[in-house]
T-cell receptor
Framework: GQNIDQPTEMTATEGAIVQINCTYQTSGFNGLFWYQQHAGEAPTFLSYNVLDGLEEKGRFSSFLSRSKGYSYLLLKELQMKDSASYLCAAMDSNYQLIWGAGTKLIIKP | IAGITQAPTSQILAAGRRMTLRCTQDMRHNAMYWYRQDLGLGLRLIHYSNTAGTTGKGEVPDGYSVSRANTDDFPLTLASAVPSQTSVYFC???????????FGPGTRLTVL
C-alpha cells in the first residue's frame, strides 16, 4: 500500500535548527512536496523535490533520497512564526498526492 | 477574487440533508481537487478534475459527487450527509498535475 510516515510532534528553540523527517512508500513516484499549515488555516507550499539532493530556499531546505524513500525538511534560524504543522506528501504514478498526517512543530523562546 | 475561494466557511448540517460546498479559482488552473482533513490523519483526496469536463475518484469518494462544468468552479455535493462526513474540507488547484497545489481557506462541516 501507499504510506507516508513523519513524526507527530517536535519541539525546538527559537534561533535553533530543526530537521523534520519523512519516509514514503508509493506506487510510482513523481516528486515529494512539503507544505506548511498554521492552525486553522490552509496548507501553503514550501518545496518540491523530484531529484536526489538538497534544495535550499532561504531558511528552509529540503532533501530527497529516492533510493531510500526518504526526505527531510530543514528549518534554520527558527522564529516563533514557524510554529505550525509541516505536511509531507509524495506524488504517485497517477499524479495524486499521498499525504502524511503532519508534524506539529512547537517553537519555544 | 485572488486565488481560491470556498463557501461556506463553516456549516452545521442535520444528517440526511443535501449540501453543496462551493469552490472557485481565478488562476485558470486546469486541475482541481477536493480533500478532507481529519485530526490525526493526512489530507485525503475525495475527487479531482484534471481539466474542465472531466472528473475522477480519489481515495475516499463514497457519499460525495463533483462536477466541473467550467475551468473556475468545482462544487462538491454531499447527497445525504452522515456524521462521519464531519470534517474540514479543502479545495485546491494546480496548473498541471505535477505542480504545486494552491489551497482554498477550507470549509468546516459538522453533521449532526
Amino acid at each position: 500500500g501507499q504510506n507516508i510516515d513523519q513524526p507527530t510532534e517536535m519541539t525546538a528553540t527559537e534561533g535553533a535548527i530543526v530537521q523534520i523527517n519523512c519516509t514514503y512508500q508509493t506506487s510510482g513516484f513523481n516528486g515529494l512536496f512539503w507544505y506548511q499549515q498554521h492552525a486553522g488555516e490552509a496548507p501553503t507550499f514550501l518545496s518540491y523535490n523530484v531529484l536526489d539532493g538538497l534544495e535550499e530556499k532561504g531558511r528552509f531546505s529540503s532533501f530527497l533520497s529516492r533510493s531510500k524513500g526518504y526526505s527531510y525538511l530543514l528549518l534554520k534560524e527558527l522564529q516563533m512564526k514557524d510554529s505550525a504543522s509541516y505536511l509531507c506528501a509524495a506524488m504517485d504514478s497517477n499524479y495524486q498526492l499521498i499525504w502524511g498526517a503532519g508534524t506539529k512543530l512547537i517553537i519555544k523562546p | 477574487i485572488a486565488g481560491i475561494t470556498q463557501a461556506p466557511t463553516s456549516q452545521i448540517l442535520a444528517a440526511g440533508r443535501r449540501m453543496t460546498l462551493r469552490c472557485t479559482q481565478d488562476m485558470r488552473h486546469n486541475a482541481m481537487y477536493w480533500y478532507r482533513q481529519d485530526l490525526g490523519l493526512g489530507l485525503r483526496l475525495i475527487h479531482y478534475s484534471n481539466t474542465a469536463g472531466t472528473t475522477g475518484k480519489g481515495e475516499v469518494p463514497d457519499g460525495y459527487s463533483v462536477s466541473r462544468a467550467n475551468t473556475d468552479d468545482f462544487p462538491l455535493t454531499l447527497a445525504s450527509a452522515v456524521p462521519s462526513q464531519t470534517s474540514v474540507y479543502f479545495c485546491a488547484s494546480s496548473d498541471r498535475q505535477n505542480n504545486e497545489q494552491f489551497f482554498g481557506p477550507g470549509t468546516r462541516l459538522t453533521v449532526l
